[in-house]
């Protein structure tokens, strides 16, 4: 079956520690994406990318990274340097110059 | 930048009757798209319909259907015979045409802060 993983579903960090929230496709999509959702909040994009190799930031980056080396997959680092990770991830992927973005299950990161 | 704006933080509705969310947008824009995304407990973000702002009919997926104003920037959500199922948060989302042009161009979807609706038996 096509669709997006991500993993873990539940994620525990202790402050100071950089983890990364993994993104896999099969849809054979171009183009990926990193959204953060808090409570009231909706979603927020991080970052984004079009095509491997390369990759825009999105409105809130500021302590995450990512990495776009194959087309499956995208990765994100959740770093020292966010203040406030506790959030539910959200990655979707979709074909470039398609309407539909397709999510994945999400990731609960909870900082300890 | 474009904001999008969902005034109703949360709705309810018997089984069966129908209910309408409301969202407004602002943009500059003249060529985008607009969608209703559904996140039910799960969590798992489902596209429920979307909109191109040139077409001037209004889209419709079985008993979802919106009202597209352009002019008021305006598109709201109607579920008719709602179901148990339906009983989700909403989010409206708005993304430029700019991406469709040219590959660098910002495909990224700008959301509203979401309706909680709850449907009663």
């Known amino acids: 079956d096509g669709g997006i993983t991500q993993s873990p579903k539940y994620l525990f960090r202790k402050e100071g520690q950089n983890v990364t929230l993994s993104c896999e496709q099969n849809?054979?999509?171009?183009?990926m994406y990193w959204y953060r959702q808090d409570p009231g909040q909706g979603l927020r994009l991080i970052y984004y990318?079009?095509?491997?190799?390369?990759?825009q930031k999105g409105d809130i980056a500021e302590g995450y990274s990512v990495s776009r080396e194959k087309k499956e997959s995208f990765p994100l680092t959740v770093t020292s340097a966010q203040k406030n990770p506790t959030a539910f991830y959200l990655c979707a992927s979709s074909i470039w110059r398609d309407n539909e973005q397709f999510f994945g299950p999400g990731t609960r990161l909870t900082v300890l | 930048a474009q904001t999008v704006t969902q005034s109703q933080p949360e709705m309810s509705v018997q089984e069966a009757e129908t209910v309408t969310l409301s969202c407004t947008y602002d943009?500059?824009?003249?060529?985008?798209?607009l969608f209703w995304y559904k996140q039910p407990p799960s969590r798992q973000m489902i596209l429920v319909i979307r909109?191109?702002?040139?077409?001037?009919q209004n889209a419709t997926e079985n008993r979802f259907s919106v009202n597209f104003q352009k002019a008021a920037k305006s598109f709201s959500l109607k579920i008719s015979d709602s179901q148990l199922g339906d009983a989700a948060m909403y989010f409206c989302a708005y993304r430029s045409a700019e991406g469709f042009y040219f590959q660098g161009g910002s495909e990224k979807l700008v959301f509203g802060k979401g309706t909680k609706l709850t449907v009663n038996p």
């Open positions: 943009t500059s824009e003249s060529d985008y798209y």
């Open positions: 990318s079009q095509i491997v190799n390369d990759f």
């Open positions: 849809l054979n999509h171009d183009a």
């Open positions: 909109q191109e702002a040139y077409k001037q």
